[in-house]
């Protein structure tokens, strides 16, 4: 699978040299290159766009045409280069947490898990603003990302990552030891792309990491939080919102450009 991935077209994406051996030191590297530079973002979804995780389309969506994903694309993405680089990123499937909600979420998530110098680390480069910028040591270590504090807790079989927030830790994602496969994510990805009660069809989001500063957007809801710092969100007008895809997250929508969650605009599964 790697021979068909094209390391310096990626690299340039993120503006990147290729890392000297595949290390640690290289893996906190690219996984900060690749979120800074690729936005995580489901505006194809909300065009009404089908979403394909074949090597080809991921490398033609996120690299050659410049724009964002969502987990399965940008994780997918991500151990494409992982796996050409010399790395051997493990799949997990994970199930998101969100004590506001009060129930079990579906399963949905795609994360993998790293094994190099001696250690596993979980590394996710598709969770969006709240998620992580660098690879999280597995053996429950907090450690801090420009002001974010994350470690990953033990609660059974499960390994749950979780962030610190007003001196509280609050669940984002909870994962297995299971291995998961190419094929177990069509079903997940066919649901989170099309259902009608997914949060992804329901809703327009665009998400970033930039240096220590968290930009999120959904519908015409947007919030910046800064050094792991409290949300300041306001309301954008509908003008503003092309306009804002393009300045802060670096994607290049048609100024007609329609979205699902705002415009009415219907999903297809082609």
Do not use: K
């Not at 690729?38 to 996120?62: S, V």
């Not at 690299?63 to 796996?83: M, S």
């Not at 800064?226 to 503003?240: C, L, P, V, Y």
């Amino acid at each position: 699978m790697s021979d068909s991935f094209d390391v310096a077209a990626y690299l340039a994406r993120i503006g990147l040299t290729p890392p000297p051996r595949p290390d640690l030191a290289a893996l906190v590297r690219l996984h900060r290159g690749h979120t800074a530079a690729i936005p995580f973002e489901n505006l194809d979804i909300q065009m009404g766009r089908a979403i394909h995780l074949d090597p080809a389309a991921l490398q033609a969506a996120l690299v050659a045409r410049r724009r964002g994903g969502y987990c399965f694309q940008q994780n997918g993405l991500f151990r494409l280069a992982l796996t050409a680089m010399g790395f051997e990123p493990r799949q997990r499937e994970a199930r998101v947490r969100r004590a506001a909600e009060g129930r079990i979420l579906t399963r949905t998530h795609m994360v993998q898990v790293v094994f190099v110098e001696g250690a596993e680390w979980l590394v996710d480069v598709g969770f969006g603003g709240e998620g992580i910028a660098e690879p999280v040591p597995l053996d429950g270590t907090a450690t801090v990302q420009d002001g974010w504090t994350y470690r990953i807790a033990r609660e059974g079989r499960l390994h749950v990552l979780q962030r610190s927030l007003h001196d509280r830790w609050n669940d984002l994602y909870a994962f297995t030891d299971d291995d998961v496969y190419d094929v177990d994510y069509v079903v997940a990805n066919w649901y989170t792309s099309t259902h009608p009660e997914s949060q992804f069809v329901l809703t327009l989001t665009a998400q970033r990491i930039v240096g220590d500063t968290r930009h999120v957007l959904r519908n015409l809801t947007y919030g910046v939080a800064s050094r792991g710092g409290d949300w300041q969100t306001r309301t954008i007008a509908r003008s503003e919102l092309t306009p804002l895809l393009r300045d802060v997250y670096g994607l290049d929508v048609p100024d007609d450009a329609r979205f699902r969650a705002l415009d009415g605009v219907e999903t297809t599964t082609r």
